[in-house]
């Protein structure tokens, strides 16, 4: 039997189940969970806010692990054969069918109607298909990848699904030498997406949040500008990036708060001409009121939804993480982990990160 | 002395008051008005929504008239030499720096601060610079261009500004060969959008507005589907629209209308991934309600605006307008001009435009 | 037993043979082929020029048959449900992974090595395989698509496989409103190519090949010039294209001949900072000798590769092919094709495919 | 009297002369010559290699200077007005017309036919119009931008006229976060164009040169891989690329070298569906062979050249030097000067940059 965390239905606390252990059949790959994240997402799975979602489940979506069992000889995406001991991660999104319109012909699997997500789509009763568990049971052509070895386990889950999402983000964002770039809201989406923005060679990065805990990390990252949201002069962080690139406002601004009224505030931080990518708005929050004169055609801007990641960001994802760790591009991803949580500490985990008391939480399922 | 139409403050009837007559100067050109345009602009001129106007003006931005006077020898922007009787056209902005951040660096002359334009941003008191008037003075270094043989003055002045507008949104708008494209909104910019749309390869072109007139027009044009809004059933083109689509949307949707709730109807009428292209908001007119999580980062789309024209449309038109007459790809634009008006009758022209009687009228201020 | 052409092994004559009819297994179907296309691709194969290819092969990439045979309940990509008796088409590129490095992330699935081809690199050993045949076997998963009514067989074969490589070529030339476009050859893709760029809004197409007959059938597709290749004046193409374009050269030129000396006339033909697309060269003919500072660097110009299509390509192809036949739009794409002929004409087939005798050469292997 | 350095003739050394004082105009400015640089361009003055060039000049194209006299209130492109003191710095490329059709239409001022080159393509009879010279005048109109406190004249001469030129290349070569780069080339321009890789977020930059000694200051600068050109085996540097890339080829590859052969052998190490961008053919120094079929069409790949700079390539540069000095992002450009020289010592800077002795040369007009 395997420990895993059922989410039973919304808003029910997380309980520790004795489950099944899989078998394995031809194609497939048992993994013992080294580390799994809890994100937003999972936030909002326990607030039943997600359509869709067929509880009971076992949340984590973004995991690495060790092979415990493997059915036949299974190649990573790489093209190496997997072996008892590799340590692997894989991508949640699976059974995209690359045979439909969308698959196909708009070349956007992320709208693929037959894709199914593991740790969000699969029921528990489906099997060990999410990460909060001693135990993850891939697929048949579930896409792995092993982790090279200047990554460890704990740099890629330190990077997690908000890193690829920020890749994402940054490529939508088209960034030239030297922009000045603005990233509103300072979680692991909106600071991997600052840093990201640095690497791509951002003349000047401003991050924006109103918890001045989370902008500390983002400073000692190296973000140029941390600007806190002040309650009594609501037009403050405006006013500031406005100072910082002459009055014209940035070049590129990314959102990455979920929250409505930012795309209105993030619009205005913007300079005629730039451009503002939308990538913190994953579940409904509401409305926000736009002037479609004076803050879209006037601006002569662009605005970009960013929706999910599709295989080649998390693949380039772990190029990122395993660049050379030399003095002047090394990153020091492995801060972004606030604290490691065992599996009957999940509910506790949830809370920090919907009080946001934590930047990112990270489950270690197996003791050490 | 010359015979010219002047705006003399908002909301005040026009006035034909006779000024004196242009004394070139070295490099400027005079020429005798054949044909100006009355387009919505000029209501919003009339109606005071234009902000940093020095009335009294004389309206009139885009025109076409014959060479009567020329200070030495001056060039179109072809090279050619511009003669007596020569029948030209010039780019309404003029004094566009080439000097500052916006000319030089962000390359978006059109936020250029020392643009002026003739008929908006030039007073009566500076001279003739405006196209309701028997004669026009164009400064020394105003854009010039020689209308081809093949090209009528009649033809031109039907283009109007509205088909180098809509050029610059078709460009923004990427049409692929085959895609779907809607525009929202049958007044010239967009009626020329939606014929660009069909000369750029989209494989159907859907046309939407209140107006039957307008609509009869387009579907002369050969615009595949002519959708009119049902005031009884207002979300009736929305479906109309996806149904012709196989219930995804446009992949392509143009903007035409100035009405802030159409942004919101229009995203609606878009695929995921697809584009959607704002070209219809010049004047304020208020705010909408949109949800960026619903709207646009799960659709994934891109919202461009597109904010006035430079050179390179203007130019690019004329050799639209001269392509040849074959069966097969000859557009009839004059057939956009609804009527003909005199000096004398400018206030019904106005007045006109104002209550969309007409899809375009044209300002003849020498008797023919 | 099903009646289908060999081709044994390179510069051996096609022969007839009778070959056992397909035993249809779950998601397959087998068609009874109504037409097949002779391409330049298939005269390579005739003259062993393409690596790789398992001789004996049943040739034949590109065909539309009636659907005789389903495995099971089996739906084309649009999601509709294959019927006996449906008109069906389908991508001859078969068995691309979805799970390597070009597929993923490159996201360049015709650099799949996995990947397998119909009427190419099937071996006649492994099936009815190839369109030369009065049956042809589709494997499960093979990508297929149902005629739409408008689109008649005769209408599909004559656009045949160069209409989707043109239309890959077009994609990549990125054609504005009113460009200049010049395509040099006037075989099947040089002659779809240059309908492409009308149909794109280019503002004149001119078209070259040194064979009278495949240009005056451009002329009858309204293509504004077609231009001779002179043997007496080996420069007098080039020279007329620089007439053509107030001697600056085109816009965008595209290549469509496979001869290396056309890409350095080509680069000639097209104006500093322009487009130079190659899509002709499909095998291997040569060297050119190219100045890096003269036709390259100084010109600031681009030049692109196109290589193979993927189902995109296709499915647009019968997007195209469908529009409606409305006066202004219709092309008449069923005059492309010069010849139809029987299974046992293929040998004169393929002779006049080589020679240049025909534009394009349709098989038929089921008497009507 | 002011002291400048003369190139009477191709091929005649140098010599100085002492030519009369500006006499400052309303709108012009005289700097006293702080730095000017010596590139390959004017080893190319020096030997006749370029056309058009109206003997004798006064070379040196990229110069910085103190201002020493303004002929009123004359302002930068910031809008800050120029004072008596002010560290100023000018683009060479002056009289680009803004009213042509290079300008306007294709927005390609780099081929406007009246631009005119200081140091290049002004006679010394027309005044202190290059930068070897005590005194710089620059004429109305010029556009001149004032050094940030952060940048000294020594960092910005450091980042010469190869900075913008690399900066120029590396937004046509539109790297994204974790892509391979190959550079073929040390020189200012190729060592640049590694460095702003880098910045940019490649995940590998290689760089290589036959001279180890420039590999050595690319090592200084933080470049991954530098690669020796070897005599012996001289597909060795290909293959080592090869080797770094997995077998593909690199996503990017940078020409920097101005050595025909060196484009097949880029082109033979930039993987299918790369780019491949020519920067360094500034001069004509041959053909090369190129197989149409293997080399592009089959690889799917881009070739795009870069001609010259424009206002915004020097002004981002500008930008770029002065980015914080932090850890993390500071690049010492400073180390990119070999040796400074007298004006006296001009034929024996020229000879170093011929024989590739230096890297960079930087010309010291008036003693300190």
Known sequence: MTLAAVLIAPN????????????????????????SEVCGTDVHLLRGKLAGVPYPIIPGHFSVGEVVEVGGAVKDIDGQRIQIGSIVTFLDVHETCNSCWYCLVAKTSTRCPERKVYGVTYSAEEGLLGGWSELIYLKPGVKVLTLPQEVSPERFIAGGCALPTALHAIDRAQIQIGDSVVVQGCGPVGLSAAILALMAGAGRVMIIDKFEARLAVARSFGIDDAITISNELPQHHIERVLDLTQGRGADVTIEATGVPIAVKQGIAMTRDGGRYVIVGHYTNTGEVLLNPHLEINRKHIEIRGTWGIDFSHFYRMLQLLKRDRSR???IPWEN??????????????????????VLKAAIQPNPQ
Chains 1, 2, 3, 4 share one sequence.
Do not use: K
């Open 328 to 330: 002047q591009y090394d």
């Open 336 to 357: 972004m982990i606030s604290r490691f949580y065992r599996l009957d500490e999940i509910n506790q985990a949830l809370a920090d990160v919907e009080q946001g008391v």
């Open 12 to 35: 029910v606390p997380i309980q520790l189940q004795q489950l099944p252990a899989p078998v394995v059949e031809r194609g497939s790959i048992t993994i013992r969970t080294l580390y």
